[in-house]
């Protein structure tokens, strides 16, 4: 039986046989028989990693240290509120970090704990503690941008909407009769994916160079 640990674009942690891009973290959910509490993180710090690192051989869900989340590409996790690692992913990280500085006008790279502390007030709800989700007209959405349409979420690319699923994004792109969506990537994950920041993107909905089709 599959692991509680594949997180929806929703900030759902799942049990779910699909693979993904990438994992991460928020800290250790779980018990000594590997399944997760009712805590959904224990830091503000919410990682997305590479799943290969210098080839070590990692335990998802080590006792007492932290749980291992999968995501099916970035554009999941930066809907869930993640942000890149700073250790396995330093020049996403860094990328990241200066889209943040051009998106909000600032003047230098702001550090991890600052861009957590703001992800964290965007990403959940503090007194129903789930995720909070915004308005905005699609067409102004960035490309990596994540919207919880009738069909569920589905990513937006060119103004237009790829439904998701852990079998991929689906081939036919379509445009809602609506204008206003309701958007599940925080605010400043918008303004770093507006600033350009280039997310990895599972290849249902990207050619062979990264570009979407």
């Known amino acids: 039986m599959p692991l509680q640990n594949r997180v929806l674009p929703s900030q759902e942690i799942v049990a779910s046989p699909g693979r993904g891009l ?27 990693c590479l799943l290969d690192y210098k080839g070590v051989s990692r335990d998802p869900m080590p006792p007492g240290r932290w749980t291992a989340l999968f995501f099916f590409d970035e554009a999941v996790a930066l809907a869930a509120g993640h942000r890149p690692c700073a250790y396995c992913r330093r020049t996403d990280f860094v990328r990241y970090g200066e889209a943040w500085a051009r998106g909000h006008d600032l003047a230098e790279r702001p550090r991890a704990a600052a861009m957590d502390a703001v992800l964290h007030r965007q990403r959940v709800e503090p007194h129903s503690r789930r995720q909070r989700t915004t308005r ?43 204008d206003e969506v309701t958007v599940l990537t925080p605010p400043a994950n918008l303004v770093v994916l507006k600033a350009g920041y280039v997310p990895l993107l599972h290849e249902s909905a990207v050619g062979n160079k990264g570009e979407p089709n």
């Not at 919880?148 to 439904?163: Q, T």
């Open 22 to 48: 990438l994992m991460g973290n928020r800290g250790s959910l779980h018990d000594t028989d590997r399944r997760l509490g009712t805590a959904r993180w224990r830091s503000k710090a919410w990682l997305c």
């Open 136 to 178: 905005a007209v699609l067409g102004e959405l960035p490309d990596g941008a994540t919207i919880a349409d009738d069909g569920g979420p589905a990513l937006v690319l060119a103004g237009r909407v790829h439904h998701w699923s852990w079998d991929g994004y689906a081939a036919g792109a379509t445009r809602p009769s609506y």
